[in-house]
């Protein structure tokens, strides 16, 4: 009885176990299932041409090599879903300064299809930004079409761009590659257009636009010399030139490395625009935290320069003030009827300069063929070998 009652117990046991591992199967069958059931009824994923444009809109560099091709291809795969797009040929812009030569950021365009009769589709009109290499790209051009390029500026640093701009898009039956034409037109002058078209087999038409500087801006550079580029950095981290009206004291803008409108790969040069400067007004330029704390770079000279397109360069005086780590060099300029561009050129060293002038006590005039004598410890001046001299004529 007892050895039935307990092969009867085992039984009972292997059986609870072959249901659970029943229970698990049909569990994991069921997940199994449903997602083999949701795949095949999900929608595929589909990009449209604006969508995929606003894909490379958002790129954050310019890519003018991936423009060169027939198409753009963005694309996305696995075991259930895939999605491709071919964006069509397009045109890009470049914006840069005609006076500088540099890019110019945050500049708006809205390029707008025009109708057979002339008018423009504003519902259909695309919009972009250039971007910090001067850039804006407009992608989904259609063969055949004419559109008007606007641009909306903002930056009160520039005179605006008032040229009508048409771009127009065709194609011939024995080419892949559509020809962009952009036609810039001066009103000042409708009758000589300046034309400019895609290189053949380039897919992309790269053209600048060019704005000139406002009278009420000034731009102002800075030039490091002999000072190495982590010592640079050091510096530009409290670095700042504070331009004030002179009359009234206020501050029209304070320039740092975070406002800079350029800065070289070795931090050697940084460029800034100040605007809403008035004609014939006075301002203070005052550079501060210049000093380095280097002992190498303990010397530092300021120089300042002044130019206007039709006047050559000139030195402006510089006032020293202060001293050690608060030490600044100010310069006073007059606001002229064209830009200005105010150059500070600060070069570094541990040593300094000397400089001596003999003259004749009772009649003031200087004296010919005086020997100075140069040395640092007393005991230098007692050993004619390690006397420097230095002959000055007159």
Do not use: C
């Amino acid at each position: 009885m007892n050895r039935f009652s307990s092969k009867l117990q085992s039984y009972v046991q292997k059986r609870k176990w072959n249901m659970r591992w029943h229970l698990i199967f049909l569990l994991f069958a069921f997940m199994v299932a449903l997602i083999v059931t949701y795949a095949l009824i999900l929608p595929a994923v589909s990009l449209t041409e604006d969508s995929a444009s606003e894909l490379s809109e958002n790129e954050p560099v310019f890519d003018e090599s991936a423009f060169t091709e027939h198409a753009m291809v963005f694309s996305y795969e696995d075991d259930t879903l895939s999605a491709s797009v071919t964006l069509p040929k397009g045109t890009a812009i470049l914006k840069v300064n005609a006076d500088t030569d540099l890019a110019i950021e945050g500049v708006y365009f809205d390029l707008i299809p025009v109708k057979a009769d002339g008018t423009l589709d504003e519902t259909h009109k695309m919009e972009r930004i250039t971007n910090a290499n001067g850039y804006a790209s407009f992608a989904g051009l259609k063969a055949g079409s004419t559109y008007q390029l606007k641009e909306i500026l903002h930056q009160n640093y520039f005179l605006p761009n008032e040229n009508k701009m048409l771009v127009t898009v065709t194609k011939s039956e024995n080419s892949d590659v559509p020809t962009i034409t952009m036609t810039e037109t001066n009103p000042n002058d409708p009758e000589h257009p300046k034309i400019n078209q895609n290189q053949d087999g380039e897919a992309v038409l790269v053209y600048p636009i060019q704005n000139y500087l406002s009278p009420e801006t000034a731009v102002i550079s800075k030039r490091f010399e002999n000072i190495s580029a982590n010592a640079i950095q050091e510096i530009l981290n409290h670095y700042q030139i504070v331009v004030k009206d002179e009359k009234t004291g206020t501050v029209i803008e304070t320039l740092t490395k975070k406002n800079a409108v350029w800065i070289s790969s070795d931090y050697k040069q940084l460029i800034w625009y100040v605007g809403n400067l008035t004609s014939g007004g006075s301002y203070t330029l005052t550079e501060e935290h210049y000093q380095s704390t280097n002992q190498a770079y303990q010397n530092v000279t300021v120089t300042v320069q002044k130019d206007i397109k039709t006047i050559k360069s000139a030195k402006i005086p510089v006032i020293i003030a202060r001293n050690g780590e608060n030490k600044t060099a100010s310069v006073t300029i007059e606001k002229g009827t064209e830009h200005n561009w105010i150059r500070f050129i600060n070069t570094y060293s541990n040593t300094y300069d000397l400089q001596l002038r003999k003259v004749d006590s009772v009649t003031g005039k200087p004296l010919q063929h005086t020997v100075f004598s140069l040395y640092g410890k007393h005991e230098e001046s007692t050993d004619p070998s390690r006397w420097v001299r230095y002959t000055k004529s007159d």
